[in-house]
C-alpha cells in the first residue's frame, strides 16, 4: 500500500472511531432515559460499528508486516481477513441482535418516554454520522482520482474503505429509520412502531454486511491487481523492443502489494545474458513505476 493509501485509509478509520464511539454513549443513554428498542439497537450498531474499528486499524498495521520464512509473500491478505470478519460482525451483533430486539418489544410492547430526547439524540447521531460519511468519502476520493466512483467501487482492493463506506451508509439508513418510527411511535402512542423500527434496522444491517462479506471475499480467494495497475503493466511491457510476444499475464493482490508473473519470448537474436539483462531492467523499471507492485516474475519462453 503507498502511503497516500495507507494514510487515507487510517484516516477514514479513525473518523469512524470518532464518531461511532461518542455516537454509541449517547444512544446508550438515551435508550436507558426513553426505553425505546430502536434506540437500544442503534447503540448496539454503535458500539459494534467502534469495535469494528479497532480490528480494521489492527488489520490495516498488521498487513505492513515484512515477509518472512513463514510467510514469504508477506501479511498483505491480513487486511481482508479482519475486514470480512468485520462484515461478519456487522451481521450478527448489529443486524441479529437489532432484529432480536425488535422482536422482543413486540412480543412485550412497552410505553415510549421522552421521546424528544431520543429524536434530539438520532438527529445529533445522523449529523456525526455525516461528518464521517464525508470524511470516508473523501479519502474515497483521494485515491480514486477521476475515477467514476461506481467504478471505484466495483473494482477497488481496499477492503478497510468498503468496510467503512458499507458502515457508515448503513448507520445513516440505520438512523433514519429508527428516527421515522420513533415518531411514528410517539404520534400514534403505540409502541409498536418502535420495535418494528428495530427489525427494519437490522434487515438494513444485515443487507450491507452480506454485500460487504462478498466483495471481501473474492480477495481473501485470490483476486487480480486493480484494472488499471493491469493496464500500466500492459503499457510498460509494450514499450520494451527486446520482447517479441507476451504470452501471459498474471497478477495477484496480497492486500496493500501486488504480485506480478509473466511468461514474454524475447527477440530471437538475443543471447543469453543480454536476454537477462532486459529481463532485470524490465522488472526493475515495473517496480520503480509502479509503487504497488512488490514481486515480479518474468519467464523468458518459447511458446505458451
Known sequence: MTSTSHDSTARAILYAFVANFGIALTKTWAAWLTGSGSMLAEAIHSY???????????????????????????????????????????FSLGGLFSIYQGVHKLQHPEAISHVWVAIAVLVFAMVLEGFSLLGALREIKRIRGNRPFREWLKHTRNSELVVVLGED????????????FLILAA????????????????????????????RIRSLLVGRSADPEIQEAIDAIIREQEAIEHVFNTI????????MLAVKVKMRSDLNI????A????LERELKARIPKLKWCFIEPDVTD
Open 251 to 258: 497478477t495477484i493482490q496480497f492486500g496493500p502489494d501486488t
Open 273 to 276: 545474458d543480454a536476454a537477462v
Open 187 to 214: 404520534i400514534t402512542n403505540n409502541p409498536m412502531f418502535d420495535a418494528m423500527g428495530s427489525i427494519c434496522i437490522g434487515a438494513v444491517l444485515i443487507v450491507i454486511s452480506i454485500f460487504v462479506a462478498l
Open 48 to 90: 459494534a460499528d467502534t469495535g469494528n474499528q479497532v480490528l480494521l486499524y489492527l488489520g490495516l498495521t498488521q498487513s505492513q508486516r515484512p515477509p518472512d520464512a513463514e510467510h514469504p509473500l508477506g501479511y498483505g491478505k491480513l487486511s481482508y481477513f479482519w475486514s470480512f470478519i468485520v462484515a461478519i460482525l456487522l
Open 278 to 281: 532486459s529481463i532485470n531492467a
Open 169 to 180: 451508509i448503513g448507520a445513516q439508513a440505520g438512523l433514519a429509520l429508527a428516527l421515522i
